[in-house]
C-alpha cells in the first residue's frame, strides 16, 4: 500500500502535519519521544497539555504542535508489557486507531508514528510491529484520510524489523486486506 511507509529518523524533525507522541497517561512529558517532542515543541505544549486532564492508555489527545514542525501532535499512552497476557496488543492497536480517528476528525491528511511502547514501556518490538502495521492498514484501508501515515523509527535495526514484519503480512499477496 503506496499510504504507508517505513523510515528512520527523529519524529521532531517530521514534516507531517500531524506526529504521534509515546506519551503517559499524564500527559506531563517525560524521557524518551515524549521528552524529545517536548524539548523540541517548547513550553506551549506543556501548557496545553496541563489542560487536558491527562489520557487513558490506548486513548489519544490532540494538541497543536507549538515549536514543531508539524502543526499538531497526538499524544497517546501506550501499554506497559507485561508479558503479553494483560490484553497490551489490544491496547496498543487502540492507540494507533484512536490517532488515526482524531487525525481524520480534524481534516489531517500525513500523520507519522513512533514505535509505541518499545522503549521504556518495554514492549517487544517484533510484536509491537505486527499489531501496529495492522491497526494502522485497517484504517487506511476503511479511510480515506490520512492519506499518508509513516512509521518513523529511530534506528535503522528498529525499521528493520516493521519492514520484517510489514513483508510477512502484507507484501506477499497484494489481494490480502492491507
Ligand atoms: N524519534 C522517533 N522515535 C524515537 C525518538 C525520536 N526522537 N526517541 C525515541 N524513539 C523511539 C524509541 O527508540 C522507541 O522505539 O520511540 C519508541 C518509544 O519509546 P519511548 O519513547 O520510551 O516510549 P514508550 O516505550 O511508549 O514509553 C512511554 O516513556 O518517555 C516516557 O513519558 C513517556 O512514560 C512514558 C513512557
Known amino acids: 500500500m503506496d499510504r504507508f511507509s517505513i523510515l ?3 519524529i521532531t524533525t517530521s514534516d507531517a502535519e500531524a506526529i504521534a507522541n509515546a506519551a503517559n497517561c499524564t500527559l506531563l512529558g517525560g524521557s524518551g519521544v515524549d521528552g524529545a517532542i517536548h524539548r523540541a515543541a517548547g513550553p506551549g505544549l506543556l501548557a496545553e497539555c496541563r489542560t487536558l486532564g491527562g489520557c487513558e492508555t490506548g486513548q489519544a489527545k490532540l494538541t497543536k504542535g507549538y515549536d514543531l514542525p508539524a502543526k499538531y501532535v497526538l499524544h497517546t499512552p501506550g501499554p506497559i508489557w507485561r508479558g ?5 496488543a489490544a491496547l496498543l492497536a487502540s492507540c494507533y486507531r484512536s ?12 500523520v507519522d508514528f513512533p514505535s509505541i511502547s518499545t522503549g521504556v514501556y518495554g514492549y517487544p518490538m517484533a510484536q509491537a510491529a505486527v499489531v501496529a502495521l495492522k491497526a ?9 484520510l490520512p492519506r499518508r501515515v509513516r512509521m518513523v523509527c529511530h534506528t ?18 497484494k489481494t490480502q486486506r492491507l
Open 99 to 110: 490517532c488515526l480517528t482524531l487525525a481524520e476528525e480534524h481534516g489531517v491528511g500525513t
Open 136 to 144: 494502522i492498514m485497517d484504517f487506511l484501508w476503511d479511510h480515506e
Open 8 to 10: 528512520v529518523g527523529d
Open 156 to 173: 535503522e535495526s528498529a525499521a528493520e524489523i516493521y519492514r520484517q514484519a510489514y513483508n510477512m503480512w502484507y507484501a506477499g499477496d
Open 84 to 88: 503479553g497476557n494483560a490484553g497490551e
